[in-house]
């Protein structure tokens, strides 16, 4: 089974901090994503890596920036941390399931910037 | 860019009775893939359409890649409580490579 693992389900940070989310996948999948999720605007796609030191800019990549130094593993940074940023950041990797092109997603981050 | 919208944004049902969610594009698609995310979950893939036209079932749902590649939709028939949860579509642009454009959800209730 495809596993994709974040490296905090909760986390509370201040404003100004610096924040790491972690994001592993064990499939060797080229494509990752992170996504942010809020209450009536679904999933929206904050960055991508198409590979290894690859990236690309999101809908919403103000205030972020990525690392993918390892195949395996994404890194989204929120620079300095501020309210408008709490969220659910959902991680994914891209793949095949059966054939079918599909996207793999981690548990989630909640991310409280007090 | 493209944008994927999709309704309603809710639905509540009676177990037993049927549900449909709709989703358009902006721009044609060269696939259209479905998520469901249950309360307190992550998504989880459902499905992908690639052809024009293309219908698919699993069980109970039923899913329709329209003509034009613009549109689709799920139907679920005969609703369970086990159906609860927030069901997505994703559209790819036939011009994108990598990124998918997730519609804004549709949220289903389903009371016993």
């Known amino acids: 089974d495809v596993k994709v693992t974040q490296s905090s389900r909760y986390l509370v940070k201040r404003t100004g901090e610096k924040v790491f989310l972690e994001c592993v996948q064990d499939?060797?999948?080229?494509?990752m994503f992170w996504y942010r999720q809020d209450p009536g605007l679904g999933l929206r796609l904050i960055y991508f890596s198409y590979d290894v030191k690859m990236k690309e800019k999101g809908d919403i990549p103000e205030g972020y920036s990525v690392s993918r130094e390892k195949k395996e593993r994404f890194s989204l940074i929120l620079e300095s941390a501020s309210t408008n940023q709490t969220s659910m950041y959902l991680c994914?990797?891209?793949?095949?399931?059966?054939?079918?092109?599909?996207?793999?997603f981690g548990p989630g981050t909640r991310l409280t910037v007090l | 860019g493209q944008q994927v919208m999709q309704i309603p944004q809710y639905q509540h049902v009676q177990e037993g009775e049927d549900f449909t969610t709709y989703c358009n594009s902006s721009?044609?698609?060269?696939?259209i893939q479905w998520y469901k995310q249950r309360p307190g979950g992550h998504p989880v893939f459902l499905i992908q359409?690639?052809?024009?036209?293309e219908v698919k079932k699993q069980k109970r749902l039923t899913f329709q890649f329209g003509e034009a590649k613009k549109n689709s939709s799920l139907h679920i028939t005969a609703t369970q409580t086990t159906d609860v949860g927030t069901y997505f579509c994703a559209g790819r642009d036939s011009n994108s490579g990598y990124a998918l454009n997730f519609g804004k959800g549709t949220s289903l209730l389903v009371t016993p």
């Open positions: 359409l690639v052809k024009s036209g």
């Open positions: 499939m060797d999948h080229e494509n």
């Open positions: 721009t044609t698609l060269s696939n």
């Open positions: 994914a990797s891209r793949g095949l399931a059966g054939g079918q092109d599909t996207q793999y």
